[in-house]
């Protein structure tokens, strides 16, 4: 039988959720075309050479892109099964089963994606099982070089992705993690996380990039694996995704994982508003934030921390405060301008779905969108947001720090407020050429890429 893996986006990377079901798929016996169509275009050929075809949906912007691509799949043909594996799979399930899948397989997906293959299971399946892994199978994935590369300045180095766990131990109300793995996390093991980036080093990745939910869910397998990864790939460099919470938590091995050659970490800082934090229960505050800037830039690593600025009980002054907390911080050299103008994002089956707080915002169900609509109490912040967004889709071909200008200005002329200018007072911050950035909607040359 004849298996086509797709893939639409997975944040810049070369996709290790093509490459770790293709291992699987190939060991049992089938033939397998892994397609990264972020990067590719969907070829004819490859859609009449399958008896199967499966689409990786890991997060928001993949799963708009996935249904995209399932669309162009059932034009080309007709006839083909199709299976949406991943975190987001189970998303808008009633109204995919019914025209595009036949079936969607949600969370562990290595187990039932294999049992879809051979028969025996369609419909919506959710697991949580643990898997033994193998080492992913990358030989027919474009070139590493192909995809987001880290910088430093002027320079710039290929960088590779792996994971070391999946899932996450907490229970982030506005995450879609403790829907799917309700406080679990399952660990990848170790010798198939170092063979994977082993092969990303010997297609030249001179930086990789840990995608953990949260790297220190399991502080002592994650570190091991760093260490070694290490010792084995000395001049490569390593960033990690690590909670506020665990960043304090865990402050005494900040060093070490310095000398394990950490260029940076990132962490979702989301909001400035100590009430907001608490609505989406994440675990800190913003004397936090402050406390593990500092922290980390004591050993040398520096901080990219994600935002979420726009949510229901956002006000304009809040935005404020948050353009003032980047610049005490010296922050703007570590924030990719699109995190100032993300709005929150509410899935079917969001934890805020349940919550006094969130209901009294809602406004409806996107269908399109797989996501449900709320509005701001004051209109003048959903035209701030709108605002801001346009500003940074204006701005993509320009400098970080002119467009960050730029949204500051508008923040300004809003509130009334005596703005900072933005400056690289830190010089130059290592950071991925791909903002990390998975909840959004994909943009029209991401759909275009895709569509017939």
Known sequence: MNVLLLSTYELGHQPVHLASPKAALVEAGYQVRARDLSVETLSGDDVQWADKAAISVPMHTALRLGIAAAEELKFLNPKLPIAFYGLYAGIGAEDRLERLADALLVGEYQGPLLAWVQGEVSGLVESRAMT???????DDLPPITEYAMLQRGEDSFSSGYVEASHGCRYRCKHCPLPVVYDGRYRIVQ???????LATQVAQGAEHVTFGDPDFL???????GILKEAHQLNPDVTFDITVKVEHILKHREIWQEV?????????????????????ILDKGHTRADMAEAVHLLRDVGIEVRPTWLPFTPWTRTQD?????????????????????????????DGSLLLATAE???????????????????????????????????????????????????????EVTGRRMPVPSLSRGAVPRLSEPWFCCAE????QLSLIAH
């Open 258 to 278: 310095a000398d394990y050659g950490v260029a940076f970490v990132v962490s979702a800082f989301e909001h400035t508003n100590d009430s907001v934090l608490e």
């Open 190 to 196: 170790k010798d198939v996380v170092l063979g994977d």
């Open 358 to 412: 969130m209901s009294a915002h809602l406004t409806g169900r996107d269908p399109d969108g797989l996501s449900w609509l709320w509005a701001a109490p004051d209109e003048e912040m959903d035209d701030l947001a709108e605002a801001l967004s346009e500003i940074v889709e204006q701005g993509t071909d320009d400098e970080n720090i002119a467009v960050l200008g730029r949204l500051v200005k508008k923040i300004g």
């Open 132 to 138: 033994k892994f193998l080492i992913p199978l990358r």
């Open 319 to 347: 935005v404020a405060d948050m353009v003032d907390f980047l610049d005490e911080m010296e922050l703007w050299g570590n924030v990719d301008p699109v995190q100032l103008a993300i709005r929150l994002l509410i899935p």
């Open 442 to 445: 994909p943009t029209q040359g």
């Open 217 to 223: 869910n399991g502080p002592a397998h994650a570190l």
